[in-house]
């Protein structure tokens, strides 16, 4: 069974760095676009980046560019999401997702993931 789990969330201070990582189990990261998206309370879901498993090139909402990396390993079967420059504004629930649609450029939209990881809630403090 296809599966991804989420870590790394949890509190930091304005400023401040987290790691979050989306293991895959069932499926191969290398094989799929993995996604990053978070929901902000009383906001809608928002897509925040992406890395395209064959190629390795990844994508970033402007919010975020310069603070955030994507990155994935094949041994590990992770993908990873570093979130430098942390702002108050960047706390939510983030979710990893994978969809074996590969886009020439940019990322998907939500409807078009096949695989969720539950969420890990990311606490930015001012």
């Known amino acids: 069974e296809a599966q991804l789990v989420e870590s790394g969330g949890g509190l930091v201070q304005a400023g401040g760095s987290l790691r979050l990582s989306c293991t895959a189990s069932g499926f191969a990261v290398d094989d799929y676009a993995i996604h990053w998206f978070r929901q902000a309370p009383g906001k809608e879901r928002e897509g925040v980046s992406c890395i395209n498993g064959p190629d390795g090139s990844t994508y970033y909402v402007d919010s975020v560019k310069g603070r955030f990396t994507m990155s994935s390993d094949t041994a590990e079967n992770t993908a990873w999401l570093q979130m430098n420059s942390l702002k108050p504004e960047d706390t939510a629930v983030y979710s990893c997702?994978?969809?074996?649609?590969?886009?020439?450029?940019?990322?998907?939209?939500?409807?078009?993931?096949?695989?969720w990881g539950e969420g890990t809630l990311v606490t930015v403090s001012s």
């Open positions: 997702a994978a969809t074996f649609s590969i886009k020439d450029f940019g990322c998907h939209p939500d409807d078009d993931m096949e695989y």
